[in-house]
């Protein structure tokens, strides 16, 4: 089972790889705020987990710059189930001032993408 699993995550980052969407080209104005509307925002992710890589084909379809976190180590995975509350990736953790919120689910993290750049164009 752990070996068929390894040969799938290598072949859907292979086609990952190969078949990688275009990062859009934002201009210096609008990258900069894009930057700082993501600059607390973590992506806890696994490499070859289908769901994150539909997470990180977005982001790079969206031109985000987002901090990949590896759920795999153990001290991350531990923070993302104390805090988040389950062992469970794509989790984006959303810093706001004092209040942090853990996304779940790769449609509303890509859904949150989506509705951040819209809002600062
Ligand atoms: N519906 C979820 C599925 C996420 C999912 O199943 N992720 C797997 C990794 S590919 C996972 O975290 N499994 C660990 C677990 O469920 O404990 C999504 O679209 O994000």
Request: glycine share 4%.
């Amino acid at each position: 089972m752990f070996v068929i699993r390894w040969v799938l995550g290598r072949i859907i980052l292979l086609l990952n790889f190969i078949f990688a969407p275009k990062k859009a080209q934002h201009s210096a104005e609008l990258q900069a705020k894009l930057d700082d509307l993501t600059k607390l925002l973590q992506l806890y992710q696994f490499a070859a987990c289908p769901f994150c890589v539909k997470v990180r084909r977005e982001i790079r379809r969206q031109g985000l710059n987002i901090k990949l976190v590896d759920a795999k180590l153990a001290d991350n995975r531990q923070v993302l189930e104390t805090q988040g509350g389950k062992v469970k990736v794509p989790c984006l953790r959303i810093e706001e001032g004092k209040k942090v919120t853990w996304l779940y689910e790769s449609d509303e993290i890509n859904r949150y993408f989506n509705d951040l750049v819209l809002s600062a164009k």
